[in-house]
């Protein structure tokens, strides 16, 4: 069980392109997502929380017009780099929060933006 | 001071012997304490997940938090060369809606 799911695993485009990457809960209904940025070699950083019905929360410097992140059932989250440049090159990873603070990841998302 | 805490490494240990792997925080409030495994170019994975004092084991993994201490441990038993990982220690923090990570150890099982 809990098991979470990211489409697409790898994607490349070009600069200037908006990008979207799906997050499912498969076996297990998630009010709460949130999206992760890794880096080569550094730490997970939390981009957002995404609230089922509701609008994301976004950590201190994430810019929520570029990323935008839509929660619109209790099994999907999307996220969406719009107008994607090549700092934007990075492992996207979402999470699901399941029971007492319990959070499963994704397989993550890696991005290249040429 | 940062709100979780752990040595980047990496550790060593050679294959059969013990690895423990340490964490601390900053929240005394703090009530849910979680461990991830990540493989390199990979997503975290839970490994073990306690709650009260004391420790809690699974298959050749034990977790042990000391609240009082504010430390969180995790054991691995016969460590394998295939344990090899960074291990990210994660505390839900009061008041707060996802888990905080440290910036996880990097253990290396010699063969």
């Known amino acids: 069980g809990a098991v979470v799911s990211q489409h697409p695993s790898r994607v490349i485009c070009k600069s200037g392109t908006s990008v979207k990457i799906e997050c499912r809960s498969l076996?297990?209904?998630?009010?709460?997502m949130f999206w992760y940025r890794q880096f080569p070699k550094q730490s997970l950083m939390l981009m957002a929380t995404?609230?089922?019905?509701?609008?994301?929360?976004?950590e201190q410097g994430v810019e929520k017009d570029k990323f935008l992140i839509n929660h619109a059932s209790l099994t999907l989250s999307t996220l969406t780099v719009t107008s994607a440049h090549p700092e934007d090159s990075s492992f996207y990873i979402c999470?699901?929060?399941?029971?007492?603070?319990?959070?499963?990841f994704g397989p993550g998302t890696r991005l290249t933006v040429l | 001071q940062k709100e979780v805490e752990q040595n980047s490494g990496p550790l060593s240990v050679p294959e059969g012997a013990i690895a423990s792997l340490n964490c601390t925080y900053s929240?005394?409030?703090?009530?849910?304490f979680f461990w991830y495994r990540q493989y390199s170019g990979k997503s975290p994975e839970l490994i073990m997940f306690?709650?009260?004092?004391g420790d809690k084991e699974d298959g050749r993994f034990t977790a042990q938090l000391n609240k009082a201490s504010q430390y969180v441990s995790l054991l691995i038993r016969d460590s394998q060369p295939s344990d090899s990982a960074t291990y990210l220690c994660?505390?839900?923090?009061?008041?707060?809606?996802?888990?905080?990570f440290g910036s996880g150890t990097r253990l290396q099982v010699q063969p």
């Open positions: 999470s699901a929060r399941g029971r007492a603070d319990t959070q499963y």
């Open positions: 076996d297990f209904q998630a009010t709460t």
């Open positions: 995404s609230n089922e019905g509701s609008k994301a929360t976004y």
């Open positions: 929240d005394r409030g703090s009530q849910s």
């Open positions: 306690i709650y009260s004092n």
């Open positions: 994660a505390v839900m923090l009061t008041g707060r809606r996802a888990l905080t």
